[in-house]
C-alpha cells in the first residue's frame, strides 16, 4: 500500500506524545498498546544515554548539528561538555517549539538553536559533528544522500534499525503496523544494513567508519566516523 502520508503532519501529531512516553513519565492516558509500547522502551533510553556518552569525548570546541532533534533532549549536555555550538533541525514545528522552551527554561538558550526544516531543504550545515537517532529509518536513500552532501566532510553518528531475523524486530514489525501502518502505507520505519549507510557516506567523509551494538539496544546500530567502541 503506498503512503499518502504528510511527514510534517504524521510528527507534529505524534512526536511529543511519544517523546513524554519513552523518555518521560510513561502517561497512564496513552492507548493500551502505547502504553505497553512505553514499558518496553528500555532500549531507546540506552540509545539515548550511549548517544550523550560516545559524543561527549568529542564535541568540545565542535559546532554540532543533530537531525531529526525532536525536543534537543541532548543539547543541554552537549554545551554543558564544551560545544561551540548545538543546532537541532526536526521537521515536526511542535518539537521545535518545546526545544526552545526547554533550552529557555534550563538556561542554554544563547548557546543553540533549533528549526524546523524537512530532510530535503536542508542547507550546507557547516558543521564539524553531525548526529541522528533514528531520523534515518524514516528516509528513503535520496534523503538519506541528502544528510550527507549537506554535511559534507562532518564527522558523524546516526543511529539505525539494523535489518536482522530476531525476534525483537519482528516485534517491533508488529507494533509498527498495528499502532499506525495499516493507515500510513509505505510510511513507516525501515531497517537498514551497515555497509550500505557507509557507502552513501563515503563520498562525503573518508574516514574509516566504527559501529557500535550492545544488546541493550536489540536491533538498533550507532555507525560513525568517530572512534567509539562496541
Keep these: 500500500m503506498a503512503s ?21 513519565d510513561r502517561p497512564a492516558s496513552a492507548p493500551l498498546l502505547e502504553r505497553l509500547a512505553n514499558r518496553a522502551s528500555n532500549s531507546l533510553r540506552f540509545r539515548l544515554a550511549i548517544a550523550r556518552e560516545l559524543l561527549a569525548p568529542h564535541v568540545a570546541g565542535k559546532h554540532v548539528v543533530e537531525l531529526g532533534c525532536g525536543s534537543g ?12 555550538s548545538y543546532r537541532g533541525y526536526d ?14 527554561q534550563q538556561g542554554y538558550s544563547e548557546h543553540v538553536a ?34 550527507f552532501e549537506a554535511g559534507d566532510a562532518a564527522e558523524y553518528l ?5 535489518r536482522r531475523p530476531t525476534i525483537s524486530q519482528y516485534l517491533h ?8 501502518g495499516w493507515r500510513t502505507g ?8 551497515v555497509a550500505e549507510i557507509a ?32
Excluded at 73 to 84: E, K, P, Q, R, W
Excluded at 92 to 97: E, F
Excluded at 186 to 193: A, D, E
Excluded at 200 to 221: C, D, E, I, S
Aim: proline letters at 6%; hydrophobic letters at 45%.
Design 4 to 24: 499518502s502520508v504528510d511527514p510534517k503532519q504524521f510528527w507534529d501529531a505524534k512526536i511529543l506524545t511519544w517523546e513524554d512516553g519513552r523518555y518521560g
Design 114 to 147: 533549533f528549526e524546523s526544516c524537512a530532510v530535503g531543504d536542508l542547507p550546507p550545515l557547516n558543521a564539524d559533528i553531525v548526529f541522528s537517532l533514528g531520523l534515518l529509518d524514516w528516509l528513503d536513500d535520496t534523503a538519506i544522500d541528502k544528510i
Design 158 to 162: 546516526h543511529s539505525i534499525s539494523e
Design 91 to 104: 521537521i515536526s514545528t511542535n518539537a521545535v517549539s518545546r526545544a526552545r522552551e526547554l533550552a529557555a
Design 199 to 230: 557507502a552513501r557516506a563515503k563520498p562525503h567523509n573518508q574516514g574509516p567508519v566504527h559501529v557500535y551494538r550492545n544488546p541493550r539496544l536489540n536491533f538498533a546500530t550507532l555507525i560513525s566516523t568517530l572512534p567509539i567502541d562496541g
Design 186 to 193: 509505505s510510511y513507516v520505519p525501515k531497517y537498514h544494513v
Design 73 to 84: 533532549l541532548l543539547a543541554g549536555d552537549l554545551v554543558s561538555f564544551g560545544a561551540a
Design 173 to 180: 514489525r508488529l507494533y509498527v503496523y498495528m499502532a499506525y
